[in-house]
């Protein structure tokens, strides 16, 4: 009863939070600002569903929970280093642009 | 209790993938649509951990571990791409 | 002879643990797989990895560890309440941060550390100049923002691994 109690609030923290990264990427203005959202929430939204899982597998089998650990620390590890890696591909591509001219300025 | 909050947050999920999906069709620039690939690529991830959660079933981890690194070595080769044109020199 | 066939013998033993944690189980042939695994990719890549370091002060970077993961939940509800809330309040700017890490592999820690904490992703570091590059995406006081990262985990970190 308390492991589904747990779960069903991590799942919906979870979900949660994975809605509100990509709200924060439809609707927010320029490029850098919209990178705030999928590396902070949906990081923490997918991690916490991740995270549910593994309450809800650990309780029958221990071993099987950490594995589901992988894949959190995997997401919190890469996160960053795709947003850095986006974030220098976008200042190389605006830069490529106010070369070519600056009507196209987006 | 439990599969209420799952259906729940699958709905959520799907929301956020509509949003991602709005922003890869909008762009306007590359790295856009890269980001909202990448963010889509994390959201298949939870939706398959929703559904091995509200099955029982532990044998979408590995689909869930593979989606999580090829997501991630996707977008390093989008982004290699945008910075020098290629992705394998 | 063990040196040569384990250079780097914590990202040996790292793969080995995470290929048991992934097979799921400690089963006598996993053991040797795991073991095979964990000998053959450090010495395949070793050209990719920069300098070994070395912790100096584990438990300053324990807590440097809890600072983090405290700052994450943090991060998170702001970016969540600033995304639902008007956005013409916004005040996005980029912030030149001053950093005095001369170890590559540290300073790259620490832009994934400004990514992950509250109200700002780094989006490259100038080892030349020693700056890192921020994007805060709401700030109205970018020296403070600038004194936080330095004192918050800037200075943890380089007590962490005394460089």
């Known amino acids: 009863m308390l492991t589904e109690l747990i779960t069903s609030l991590l799942v919906l923290i979870g ?11 439809a609707r927010l203005p320029d490029f850098y600002s919209r990178l705030h959202g999928p590396t902070k929430a949906t990081t923490l939204g997918v991690g916490s569903v991740v995270i549910a899982s593994l309450v809800d597998v650990a309780v029958d089998e221990p ?38 001219g600056p009507s196209e300025q987006p | 209790m439990l599969n209420l909050a799952i259906a729940a947050a699958i709905a959520m999920v799907i929301l956020a993938m509509l949003l991602n999906l709005f922003r890869l069709v909008r762009g306007p620039s590359l790295p856009d649509r ?23 079933s532990t044998v979408y981890f590995e689909a ?19 910075l020098s044109g290629n992705v394998i020199e | 002879m063990i040196a040569r066939m384990l250079p780097r013998p914590f990202l040996s033993l790292t793969i080995l643990a995470l290929w048991l944690v ?39 970077g324990l807590r440097l560890l809890a600072v983090l993961l405290f700052d994450v939940v943090v991060a998170n509800l702001r970016v969540a309440r600033l995304v639902v809330g008007p956005l013409e309040r916004l005040r996005p700017q980029f912030i030149e941060v001053p950093i005095d890490i001369e170890d590559r592999f540290v300073a790259a820690i620490l832009g994934s550390v400004v990514a992950l904490t509250p109200g700002t992703v780094s989006v490259g570091i100038d080892p030349r100049r020693r700056v890192l590059l921020v994007h805060a995406l709401d700030e ?17 970190l380089k007590e962490t691994f005394g460089c």
């Open chain 2, 34 to 56: 890269v980001l909202a690939l990448d963010t889509l690529s994390i959201n298949t991830i939870a939706l398959v951990m929703l559904l091995g959660i509200s099955l029982g």
């Open chain 1, 15 to 25: 979900g949660a939070f994975a809605l509100l990264g990509s709200i924060g990427l």
């Open chain 2, 64 to 82: 869930a571990l593979l989606i999580a690194m090829m997501g991630f070595v996707a977008t390093a080769a989008y982004c290699k791409f945008i």
């Open chain 3, 140 to 156: 109205h006081d970018p020296q403070a923002l600038i004194d936080t990262i330095k004192a918050r985990y800037e200075a943890p």
């Open chain 3, 22 to 60: 992934l097979a799921a189980s400690v089963s006598f042939g996993q053991l040797i797989l795991g073991a095979v695994i964990a000998i053959v990719v450090p010495i395949a890549t070793a050209p990719f990895w920069p300098e070994p370091l070395r912790v100096r002060r584990p438990l300053t």
């Open chain 1, 63 to 100: 071993g099987l929970g950490l594995r589901e650990l992988a894949i959190t620390l995997f997401l919190f590890i890469t996160a960053p280093v795709s947003a850095h890696m986006l974030s220098k591909a976008a200042l190389s591509e605006h830069r490529r642009r106010q070369e070519a």
